[in-house]
């Protein structure tokens, strides 16, 4: 079938309120091949005089300066993993005059660095008449795991360690704490300081790291070379783009993303899959999922034993998935608002035709949850009534407490992202993968790296792990919109986004909502995703699981190690601060699913016979199997 022959949305729509009817045919429209340009400006434009030789020359000049410049950034960036050099600068440079413009600091300083090398030197000398033995003069931080193992107790590697500590803990006093430096320049220098010292941590080398001397004595070597292969075999991926090794083993449509399912709409950019019932009746109204498309779908539908779509089917429900396409050069220009028409509002409009019903219930992931309450608070100010209820996964609408990511987000990172993003028409895969593994270095590069290069180990390969190998680009105009409008200018919450030229407030939602934020996120902090609470005026339930952006929303039934925490806070009913209520509220064993699963079903409508496949009649016809085209697009 081709693109021409693809089936949308049906021009018909009984039950869309207030002007949904025309946005729709809009956004619903078969994708032909590339679109005709607009009319020239110059067609409707007053008539003026023409621009002088001396006019077009400084637009010449400007253009030319505006595009070297772009250029010389985007070039750099390739070099600096796409961090500024002027804001890592511009926050060291704060830092630095401050210091040297406090003479107490310096003092105490100098105070700190006597008293760390008097601590070092009796330490020695306790371990020199104790045989080694002497308990540690410092104590690692309660996630620092690298020197856990019994052969860092072993002089002289005991002190080469606490060595480390003691100078790592000197830098965070020297990076913190000097008086004037704005919060975001201290928060960068510190950032980058630990940065460039765990380079230096004693675990990352053949001879200071116990554990590898150790492997390298007991098997000749042999580690080494297993870890050369494995170093060459990853380099050889890396340069020809395949994945990493491990990954064939998770075949997408296969082993991973294999829930049964039909796409029954396609535009440029999704794909809507509708899964098959698992049951003889499901629940009235249907579910749609809308996933970040920073990656691919399928982190809700993993393995059939930790898959949250297989496990809303077999709960009884409808379930719809938005699988977005992986955008390239020719996509730069989709900007925020395309994604909310031709991927939200087109994949709702897709639902209740299919279904014939008048309510769905949202999921939104990451950012995913971000689009989709945009999409909610201006359906909320138009008086559309067709989302009977809310679901965010680690979801953010406030980025003033952004966590680490904020780091990266001001005027000058913007800009040079910009910058580099301008040249090749999106944020590539690596770029941001960089990013993110920067924020957990020590769990996601040097600790890989020692186990994977001088230990000559590889970690198996789970479903979660092939899943965060396969990442998506961002589109230049749409990401540049999103750092600038939600993370820089915070927009969203503070009442400027605008949709279709007028402002949105969340305050306007009042479907009742369900928010699951986790402990360990260094994505969207679960503090941050609480302060939904602060900004909507209806019924709220509020859930904390353990484990991080990833994991802890992949908490199947029977994990061993997870538990959450639950409250509600009615409409109307008085706010609590997350630390109180963190501390008010009991945390319960086991996978926090079953809670929003008969949390749905309390809002869902009775049970009927299952909506068909698709809606052929009105243009909905199944294109291909779930898990579709778009999910397999590198």
Same mark, same amino acid.
């Given at each position: ?7 949308? $949305? ?81 926050? @060291? ?12 600091? =310096? ?54 360690? =606490? ?41 990352? @080398? ?58 029954? @709409? ?36 993993? $393995? ?126 690596? =770029? ?203």
């Amino acid at each position: 079938m081709t693109q021409q022959q693809l089936p949308t $949305s049906p021009a018909s729509e009984p039950r869309k309120l207030n002007g949904a009817k025309r946005a729709k045919k809009a956004r619903t429209a078969p994708v032909s091949g590339p679109q005709k340009a607009p009319p020239p400006v110059a067609a409707t434009a007053p008539a003026g005089p023409a621009p002088g030789p001396m006019e077009r020359d400084s637009y010449a000049s400007t253009a030319m300066q505006d595009i070297l410049d772009k250029s010389a950034h985007a070039t750099l960036a390739r070099f600096t993993a796409g961090l500024s050099p002027a804001a890592i600068g511009g926050a @060291y440079a704060d830092w630095l005059v401050h210091l040297m413009a406090s003479p107490g600091k =310096q003092l105490q300083l100098m105070h700190k660095a006597a008293k760390k090398a008097a601590r070092l030197g009796n330490y020695a000398a306790s371990c020199a008449t104790q045989g080694g033995q002497a308990g540690p003069c410092i104590e690692p931080l309660p996630q620092d795991k690298r020197f856990a193992g019994e052969a860092w107790k072993r002089w002289p590697f005991t002190l080469v360690y =606490q060595s480390f500590l003691l100078n790592q803990q000197w830098w965070h006093n020297a990076t913190t704490g000097v008086h004037g430096v704005t919060k975001q320049h201290e928060n960068v220098v510190e950032f980058m300081t630990r940065q460039l010292l765990d380079v230096a941590s004693p675990s990352n @080398y053949l001879f200071t790291n116990p554990e590898v001397i150790d492997k390298t004595i007991a098997e000749g070597g042999y580690n080494l070379v297993r870890g050369y292969r494995n170093f060459v075999d990853d380099w050889e991926r890396l340069a020809s783009g395949r994945k990493p090794a491990g990954s064939e083993k998770f075949r997408i449509g296969k082993d991973i993303a294999a829930t049964a399912g039909k796409v029954v @709409y396609r535009n440029r950019l999704i794909e809507l899959i509708q899964y098959a019932p698992a049951t003889p009746k499901v629940r009235a109204e249907p579910v749609l999922i809308v996933p970040a498309w920073i990656m691919k779908y399928y982190i809700l539908d993993l $393995s059939p034993q930790n898959s949250l779509v297989k496990y809303l089917t077999d709960q009884g429900f409808t379930v719809f998935m938005m699988s977005w396409k992986n955008p390239g050069p020719d996509d730069r220009d989709l900007d925020m608002d395309d994604y909310r028409t031709l991927g939200v509002m087109s994949a709702l409009d897709a639902v209740t035709e299919i279904t014939k019903q008048d309510h769905v219930h949202g999921i939104g992931y990451c950012i995913g949850g971000t689009l989709l309450a945009i999409a909610a608070a201006a359906m909320a100010r138009d008086g559309d009534e067709r989302i009977k209820s809310l679901t965010f996964f680690a979801a953010q609408t406030d980025f003033t407490e952004a966590g680490e990511l904020m780091l990266f987000i001001n005027e000058s990172q913007v800009a040079f992202l910009e910058d580099m993003m301008w040249e090749q028409g999106f944020l590539d895969t690596k =770029q941001m993968a960089g990013a993110f593994q920067l924020l957990r270095s020590n769990d996601l590069i040097w600790s890989r790296m020692v186990h994977d290069y001088l230990m000559g180990e590889r970690e198996e390969m789970i479903d979660l792990m092939a899943w965060n190998a396969d990442a998506t680009r961002m589109p230049y105009k749409m990401h540049s919109q999103y750092l600038r409008q939600l993370f820089l200018d915070n927009d969203f919450a503070e009442g400027r986004y605008k949709v279709d030229g007028r402002p949105i407030v969340i305050s306007d939602i009042r479907a009742p909502i369900f928010v699951v934020g986790t402990e360990w996120d260094h994505v969207a902090p679960w503090r941050s995703v609480f302060k939904l609470n602060l900004f909507v005026d209806t019924d709220v339930t509020f859930v904390l699981t353990n484990g991080g952006h990833n994991a802890g929303i992949i908490s199947e039934i029977g994990h061993p190690r997870r538990h959450h925490r639950i409250a509600t806070r009615a409409e109307g009913e008085r706010y609590r601060d997350p630390d109180t209520w963190f501390a008010e509220t009991e945390p319960r064993p086991g996978s926090w699913w079953p809670e929003l699963a008969a949390w749905l079903k309390q809002r869902s409508g009775d049970e009927v016979a299952p909506p068909p496949m698709g809606a052929a009649r009105n243009g909905l016809r199944p294109v291909c199997d779930a898990p579709g085209t778009y999910v397999l697009e590198a």
